[in-house]
């Protein structure tokens, strides 16, 4: 019995069961108790982490599906964050007395396409991977169906996502065409002597339907939209776990696939990285809604992740895991601030609504604070480290002149943060708050908390793992 | 000689009917452009001897989905001469694009051409002893049945999503419940009274 756990598969095969059995459980209770549903659905995650964590590696289908140190490692990350997101949304959609059962059954079948993504070792699994997990997100973003903004959100992201899914497929074709193989082992064996200029054309189509779903810069059009029109409770999730699903990928097609082309795709994705620095950056310093500017935000930080990519070195690979789990966590706990703020019913979703924070509610003002200085990158906070991680591969890798842009847009971005935290220390309170439902912040003074003082005892196990996780392609 | 007549006639009808279907005025003259293309593409499959995805393609292509889409055309009161608004405006950057992306596209179909394509690398080659139909059969539930059931997953979140998305329960909309039809009794249904000559009867 206890072999089955140790499966390679075992994960992916508890979500799956445990979503179809939720499924037809949710139907039957109905969503009156959606919150039995919710919270078993957290367990089954985060149960799903452990094995993910602790069982055998493992290739199976054929090498379709990869389990190594690298996804191992994305895997306890995406689940532990869909279990969060499944606990975050559920208290909001209670709260406005929405809840559905379907929730959390969305959230584990998302978990369970991120979970093949980062396990893709082959073109298939890995289109259909980004399918799994994209369609459940456009569910989620128009969730409050009979809010405009919500279907519209909704609306654009799925129309943006089938569109990007197109361009994906057309490369993928193209690379099996030049390739002859769907297998990143196969066909990273036919470009390690050099790619040819097919397997090349296919490889930037691939690049930008991954680019797309990550909403790096040029391909991110859809983010402030879908971050600002989307339910709070989504777009936390949108924003941690798919997206480090969908850095994995990437690295695992680039590193995994075509390793051999790497001088060719490095230069794509410098030139990606330095205009989402550019974009997110610029873009932010205009915004008045907060969710906008976290779109512009995470623009800006996707960026970074891709320069480790680029790096193209096992430190590189480690920088962006470390990253990504850093970025995650602040990004989690700023929006679970975001959720817990009210006046008069109404969400404060604008910066100007945030005016005298500090004397209403210091505790959250203070929240607010420590994330802010954190995703700016100050120093000793979580994002500071991060960044760290990041322009050391970099320079190792000598990738300097991108590494100055990156640090440059952190500078201009610092601006937009500061606003936060100028506006809600300095100003003058807009009107007082009446009563209000607002969500307990305990997962956003988690959050603050491990920016500062706990990631210091974080990084010295997530270091090693890390390296660990990174070292599964045998890079330099 | 045949085949290739064939194949070019068959290709021309595709892309010719795939322009009329971004070009036509009516909707409904586009989905069936759109079918006319689902034929002939279906044609140049047969010729490659991939039968069963002609079928395919003509089954579900044609049968469901292009079918589908006529119902939605003409069911939903779209003001298409609205939506073509823009068209204009937006002609010329959109043919910029359209005709870089065709130059590089055709710069790099050349370049591949000389070097002879994918030659040399390996192409998996048909079972001598099974039609293709059956040699599909062989391998979609052996050794891609781990796309086959993540395939089915993907439709199951579509299912709940249109679910979701859709599905409302009004509070006032009167449905037959059997049950309470069935357990209706008579004492609670009817009454008898014995109205006085001229009298209405009031309300019980």
Known sequence: ?476 | MLQAIAFYLMAAVTLGSGLFVISARNPVHSVLWLILSFFSAAGLFVLMGAEFLAMLLVVVYVGAVAVLFLFVVMMLDVDFVRLREGYAQYLPIGGVVALLLMIEMVLVSFAVADRGAAAGKQIVAAAADASNAESIGRVLYTDYVYFFQAAGIVLLIAMIGAIVLTLRHKPHVKRQDIHTQVGRKRSNAMAVVTPKTGEGIADQ
Request: aromatic letters at 12%; a neutral charge; charged letters at 10%.
């Open chain 1, 1 to 476: 019995m206890l072999e089955l756990f140790n499966h390679p598969a075992a994960p992916e095969a508890i979500i799956a069961i445990a979503a179809l059995v939720l499924l037809p459980v949710g139907a039957f209770v109905g969503n009156a108790r959606a919150a039995l549903i919710s919270f078993l659905g957290i367990l089954v995650l985060v149960a799903a982490a452990i094995v993910a964590g602790s069982n055998q590696l493992g290739v199976l289908f054929n090498g379709a599906f990869v389990h190594d140190d690298f996804a191992a490692f994305a895997k306890v990350a995406i689940f532990l964050a869909s279990a969060v997101a499944i606990y975050l949304g559920h208290g909001w959609l209670a709260r406005r007395d929405d809840e559905k059962f379907e929730f959390p059954v969305l959230i584990m079948l998302a978990a369970l396409g991120m979970s093949m993504m980062v396990s893709a070792g082959d073109l298939i699994s890995l289109y259909i991977g980004v399918e799994l997990q994209s369609l459940a997100l456009y569910v989620l973003a128009a969730f409050r169906r009979d809010e405009a903004k919500a279907s519209e959100a909704g609306l654009k992201y799925f129309v943006l996502g089938a569109l990007s899914s197109g361009i994906l497929l057309y490369g993928v074709s193209l690379i099996y065409g030049f390739t002859g193989s769907l297998q990143f082992a196969d066909i990273s064996a036919a470009v390690a002597g050099g790619a040819g200029t097919g397997a090349v054309f296919g490889l930037v189509f691939l690049i930008c339907g991954l680019a797309f779903k990550v909403s790096a810069a040029p391909f991110h059009m859809w983010t402030p939209d879908v971050y600002e029109g989307a339910p709070t409770p989504m777009v936390a999730f949108f924003a941690a776990a798919p997206k480090l699903a969908a850095m994995v990928l990437f690295a695992r097609a680039m590193d995994a696939g075509f390793l051999g082309a790497q001088a060719q795709w490095s230069q794509v994705l410098m030139v990606i990285a330095a205009i989402s620095f550019v974009v997110g950056a610029v873009g932010g310093l205009v915004q008045k809604n907060i969710k906008r500017l976290l779109a512009y935000s995470s623009i800006a930080n996707i960026g970074y992740a891709i320069l480790g990519i680029a790096a193209g070195t096992q430190m590189g690979l480690q920088a962006m895991l470390v990253f990504m789990v850093l970025y995650m966590v602040d990004v989690t706990a700023f929006f679970a601030v975001i959720m817990a703020l009210q006046r008069n019913g109404q969400e404060m979703d604008t910066i100007e609504s945030l005016r005298g924070l500090k004397r209403e509610k210091p505790g959250k003002a203070i929240v607010l604070t420590i994330l802010s200085l954190s995703v700016l990158g100050m120093p000793p906070f979580s994002g500071f480290w991060a960044k760290y991680y990041v322009f050391k591969a970099a320079i190792g890798a000598g990738l300097w002149p991108i590494a100055v842009a990156g640090l440059v847009a952190s500078v201009v971005a610092a601006f937009y943060y500061l606003r936060i935290i100028k506006v809600m220390w300095f100003d003058e309170p807009v009107s007082p708050a009446g009563p209000s439902r607002a969500g307990p912040s305990w997962v956003a003074m988690a959050g603050a908390a491990f920016s500062f003082p706990l990631v210091l005892v974080a990084l010295y196990w997530l270091d090693p793992l890390a390296r660990h996780a990174a070292a599964a392609f045998g890079l330099q």
